[in-house]
């Protein structure tokens, strides 16, 4: 063990941040992380959005030329319920407000899941889910494989209301949150939605239910949290990734013996940060980054936009077991 | 081995580079140039001749002017560009686009009767149009073999008088992986006659090829909204084979370049694409800064272990090497399974993961910090150390030598299974262990 003055110090700094906060959970302490669930009052479809087109040359009204209507495409308008704009009822703070910060961390990224749609949003507090805090922040209930959970509006979720030790941010009304976002794939299947590499880089850990990615361009760090295991046998500590390249498939793990959350990924960015002029090393708010990646993405797949049909409930809960 | 070779090459290669041009200075005669390029690649038959065979490895131009809507058609609605291209250039196109005659061109009820407003195109009488409302934001060019560079005239289909617009071209590799953006704004004028405005994609650095293109044009006064957009003379170069040297069409895409008109181009370098990259997008770019790291606090400690006999374990096989590259302090453990430490990252950050005892552990690092605002009523970073976790591990992270760091350990089996890993003292006593590393790099002092 080294007594050099600077890590010591640290060291000491630890002990102290130690004694003042809260100890971490134990077994049998309430479920973790993303467990119940709430419904959202789910925004109502809009038209699909038209970019105007500029006018014409010699054209003073900013009219397009005719051209034959095509049938509507792309994301729908309002698809994206904006950074920090988290769902009512959902957040320590009555406004139900997060990091509205709209700066994208990390432009270099891809989406990360292989196939679409996809749709960002609470599992915690949209169909299927019972809330946080044994009511006290109340859920909707429900089915896990409900349409609303498999369509538009995206909601950002990164300052959820999280009241473990654990949870503690620097970036969130309270100091705790939920520090990442809730991402479901195309339909509630599980263990069926490949998880794709978000950077070239290097796995930096497998855990019992979680990847680590690390970005070799941005220097960032991805975890992607209820990935089924076992993930498959090239991905390990160390193994180079590239950007974009199916890893591992979703799952509803909670822990590596429970499948007690839904279908879904948890999406951490981790990285350094300066807040209100101090250094931050944690969870970033992904929000916009993945609002980012998934407009090129959906540009790239134009076909892979559209919800579709919901399947069975069943078929949420198969397998039961790693 | 090869692969992480690879890996490492790109990464530090990583930045793509591009350069695209608005009017070549006195040469606004779009086909003069583009006839110019076809004439570097006279030989390949690489024009819209579909009785020539293609000749892929060298490249070719596309002007559209062998597409004609079906007998019957509006000729407003201009006709289907899909995969006519494909058989002779290896060329496909997708996101509903369509070719048009560009002539003003009106109809008994003194209406525009095609999508291309202006008297003529690039070369020939027809473009192809990208309409955002039949295909979302982007138009999609595919190439069958992996092309080096592609450079196209690109007009919006009207506006006001000087708007201002922005061009963007970003290229993918078989994977789907983003390598290279071109991107610049340019004031639209009602020049009808000719199409001063063109956009060269390439990766100049690395020479990377790409098999897949998506061009936009945005709307500055919109918010940047993708708007429909004409293309001319798509023109494009395979990679080239060594006996060719430089590809006739890149050579072709080179005369285009030079310093851009003044006011209407950018040339876009490696480390600006990001910050225009998401100048261009719905969000805005990230501030980002670089730390400055206390060396002399370094050297100090590292005099201090040295006269305490404290070396940091050795990373495995080819992990040591980003030690090399590191431009910041490594904290590495003093004790490691062996073989286990493995090393990698950027100049600007670094990762280590290592197991001990049969408990995996962690330190991430970082001199490049990310400002952020937190969200209102948030208490900001309140303490030197902070401790954070996930249903997998117990994090803590703090600031040291100027930069900033993360220390984890891992659950075995999960939290539930390993309450320990939850332990902050079993945490703190790794962090008290690390020893501090600086590879070559490092020793530069950046």
């Known amino acids: 063990m080294t007594d050099l003055r600077t890590i010591s110090a640290v060291a000491a700094a630890f002990a102290l941040a130690a004694c003042g906060q809260e100890g971490p959970p134990r077994p049998g302490d309430a479920p973790a992380a993303d467990e119940p669930e709430t419904p959202a009052p789910v925004e109502e479809d809009t038209p699909p959005a038209d970019a105007e087109d500029p006018a014409p040359p010699g054209s003073d009204d900013a009219e397009a030329p005719p051209v034959s209507p095509p049938p509507p495409a792309g994301l729908p308008a309002g698809w994206d319920s904006g950074p920090g704009n988290l769902l009512p009822g959902s957040s320590t703070v009555k406004e139900s407000t997060g990091v509205t910060d709209p700066s994208v961390i990390v432009p270099e990224m891809v989406f990360p899941f292989a196939e679409g749609p996809a749709f960002a949003n609470s599992q915690l507090f949209n169909p299927g889910g019972f809330g946080y805090a044994s009511g006290q922040w109340p859920g909707p209930g429900g089915a896990e494989n409900a349409a609303a959970n498999f369509d538009y509006p995206w909601r950002d979720n990164f300052c959820e209301v999280r009241l473990e030790a654990k949870h503690v941010t620097d970036l969130c009304p309270g100091g705790r949150a939920h520090k990442g976002q809730d991402l479901r794939p195309k339909t509630c299947e599980n263990a069926v939605h490949w998880l794709a590499a978000p950077e070239s880089g290097w796995i930096s850990h497998v855990g019992s239910i979680s990847v680590n990615i690390m970005g070799a361009e941005s220097g960032m760090k991805y975890k992607f949290l209820h990935v089924q295991m076992p993930v498959p046998d090239w991905v390990r500590t160390g193994a180079p990734v590239t950007q974009g390249q199916p890893f591992a498939r979703v799952s509803n793990l909670l822990t590596a013996s429970s499948r007690a959350t839904t279908v879904h990924l948890h999406f951490e960015i981790h990285g350094a940060a300066e807040v209100d002029g101090r250094l931050h090393n944690g969870a970033l708010p992904p929000y916009t980054s993945l609002v980012e990646s998934y407009l090129d993405f959906t540009d790239a797949r134009p076909g892979e936009i559209a919800p579709v049909a919901p399947v069975a409930a069943d078929k949420c809960r198969i397998p039961q077991w790693p | 081995m090869r692969v992480l070779i690879a890996l490492a090459a790109a990464m530090l290669l990583a930045a793509p580079v591009h350069a695209q041009r608005n009017d070549p200075a006195g040469d606004d ?37 062998d597409i004609a809507p079906p007998a019957g058609a509006s000729a407003s609605t201009g006709a289907p560009l899909t995969d006519q291209y494909r058989k002779v250039h290896g060329v496909s196109f997708g996101g509903g686009a369509s070719v048009h005659v560009c002539s003003a061109n009106y109809d008994v009820r003194a209406r525009i009767a095609t999508a291309c407003p202006y008297p003529q195109a690039a070369s020939g009488q027809r473009a192809a149009l990208h309409d955002v409302r039949a295909g979302g934001r982007a138009m999609q060019i595919s190439f069958d073999q992996p092309v080096q560079s592609i450079a196209m ?20 590799d078989e994977n789907g992986a983003r390598i290279a953006v071109s991107a610049f704004r340019f004031n639209w004028y009602q020049d009808a006659l000719s199409w001063p405005t063109s956009i060269s994609l390439r990766d100049d650095k690395t020479g990377r090829s790409f098999t897949r293109a998506t061009i936009e044009l945005l709307r500055v006064a919109q918010n940047n909204q993708p708007v429909r ?25 080179a005369d285009l370049d030079g310093p851009p008109a003044a006011g209407t181009g950018v040339i876009v370098s490696s480390p600006q694409i990001g910050p225009l990259q998401a100048n261009l997008q719905k969000y805005p770019a990230p501030l980002r800064k670089r730390l400055d790291i206390d060396w002399d606090a370094v050297d100090a400690d590292l005099a201090e272990q040295s006269a305490l006999g404290i070396a940091a374990a050795a990373p495995s096989g080819r992990s040591a090497r980003f030690v090399d590259i590191a431009e910041l ?24 993961a290592w197991r001990h005892q049969g408990r995996d552990y962690g330190v991430y690092g970082s001199r490049l910090v990310t400002v952020i605002a937190p969200a209102r009523g948030a208490p900001g970073v309140r303490s030197a150390i902070t401790f ?38 079993r945490l703190g006593a790794v962090v008290e262990s690390l020893a501090v590393v600086v590879g070559a790099a490092g020793r530069g002092r950046p």
Do not use: K
């Open chain 2, 29 to 65: 005669n779009a086909r003069r140039i583009f006839e110019a390029i076809r004439d570097r690649i006279a030989g390949t038959g690489n024009d819209d001749n579909p009785d020539r065979p293609a000749q892929p490895s060298q490249g070719g131009v596309i002007g559209f002017e």
């Open chain 2, 153 to 172: 005239r690109i007009n919006p289909t009207g506006g006001q008088l000087d708007e201002e617009f922005i061009a963007r071209a970003t290229a993918f």
């Open chain 2, 229 to 253: 957009f004409l293309i001319d003379d798509l023109a494009y170069a395979n990679a080239p084979e060594p006996a060719l040297g430089r590809p006739p069409v890149a050579a072709g895409i």
């Open chain 2, 329 to 352: 302090p490594l904290l590495l453990p003093t004790v490691a399974e062996p073989g286990s430490l493995q090393v990698f990252g950027n100049p600007d950050t670094m990762n280590a």
């Open chain 2, 388 to 425: 954070s976790g996930t249903e997998d591990d117990l994090t803590a992270s703090f600031s040291l030598y100027g930069a900033s760091y993360a220390v984890t350990q891992y659950c075995r089996g999960g939290a539930r299974a390993d309450p320990d890993c939850y332990d902050r003292d």
